[in-house]
């Protein structure tokens, strides 16, 4: 049995703790959650479940593994701790290595206590792909991200187009995958994904639009090199509660934990 502490009780922390909780994510546990402010879970309806925002009592329920749904802070506050303590850390907020002096640290702390930072693939598709062929030489990595208007309220794209009269597609974003996690910090953790697994963040080319003419995220990546050249598209159901993320996310996380216990692992 694999026990899993989980950080964050949001959109996404809620759905990966109903996988669990429904047998999605294979032989595991869900032993506990961490957030901010326990008075906000009364109701959560996870009676089996211990909700605490203590970081010693979380770490007390000896976790197999900890996963991060709560965003960059998070990552930068709990991924060494979690390490320390005997823990595999799975990351979704990813983009927080975009800092490099964190990327380095984090790691740095796996290989010391003999841990793993695990990354799902989430939003996106085809990171076994391109982990892949970058064993051997890549010559390009491009991502572009699309995602309808009601996804951006409250981010960067607000100051660079009227979300509120915008019609056509727009970019708001070209650069590099390390410049773009920074900007887009809940929106862009793909970009941080591919890098990590291809070119690294200087060298993967992203554009990030604002598309009123759709109605789901859709990340497309596209690469080159010995391998050959593959181009994937991916169309995400954006959460009713949160439309910066998407169900696949939490199918994704599930989909990792049960790899864990699993006597096949695919991809």
Same mark, same amino acid.
């Given at each position: 049995? %694999?026990?899993? @502490? ?5 959109? !996404?922390?809620?759905?990966? !703790? ?10 595991? $546990?869900? *032993? ?11 109701? *959560?309806? %996870? ?15 000896? +976790? ?6 709560? @965003?960059?802070?998070?990552?930068? =506050? ?17 983009? !927080? ?10 790691? !740095? ?17 085809? %990171?076994? =792909?391109?982990?892949? *062929? ?5 010559? $390009? ?6 995602? +309808?208007?009601?996804?951006? $309220? ?13 019609t056509q597609p727009t970019v708001i974003f070209e650069g590099n995958a390390r410049e773009s996690s920074r900007v887009f910090p809940e929106s862009v953790n793909v970009s941080a994904a591919l890098s990590l697994a291809g070119v690294g963040f200087e060298a993967t080319e992203v554009r990030v639009l604002v598309d009123p003419t759709i109605d789901k995220n859709v990340h497309e990546v ?33 989909? *990792? ?5 699993? +006597?096949?692992?695919?991809?």
């Amino acid at each position: 049995m %694999l026990n899993v @502490g989980l950080i964050g009780y949001g959109t !996404a922390g809620k759905d990966v !703790a109903d996988a669990i909780l429904s047998g999605q994510a294979g032989d595991s $546990r869900l *032993a506990a959650v961490l957030v901010r402010d326990t008075s906000k879970y009364a109701d *959560a309806g %996870l009676e089996s479940v211990l909700i605490t925002d203590s970081e010693e009592v979380f770490f007390a329920c000896r +976790p197999d593994v900890v996963v991060e749904t709560a @965003g960059h802070a998070a990552v930068i =506050r709990y991924a060494e701790a979690s390490l320390a303590h005997g823990c595999d850390f799975m990351v979704v907020s990813v983009g !927080a290595f975009c800092d490099q002096a964190l990327h380095d640290r984090v790691m !740095a702390s796996a290989s010391r206590h003999g841990k793993r930072v695990l990354v799902p693939s989430a939003a996106i598709a085809g %990171l076994d =792909r391109i982990a892949a *062929a970058a064993q051997g030489p890549l010559e $390009r990595v491009t991502l572009t991200t699309r995602k +309808p208007v009601k996804a951006w $309220r409250g981010t960067f794209a607000e100051e660079v187009v009227d979300l509120d009269t915008v019609t056509q597609p727009t970019v708001i974003f070209e650069g590099n995958a390390r410049e773009s996690s920074r900007v887009f910090p809940e929106s862009v953790n793909v970009s941080a994904a591919l890098s990590l697994a291809g070119v690294g963040f200087e060298a993967t080319e992203v554009r990030v639009l604002v598309d009123p003419t759709i109605d789901k995220n859709v990340h497309e990546v596209s690469a080159k090199g010995l391998f050959g050249a593959v181009r994937i598209e991916v169309q995400n159901t954006p959460s009713p509660n949160n439309p910066k993320t998407g169900y696949i996310v939490a199918m994704s996380v599930s989909r *990792a934990l049960k790899n864990l216990s699993s +006597p096949l692992v695919i991809g």
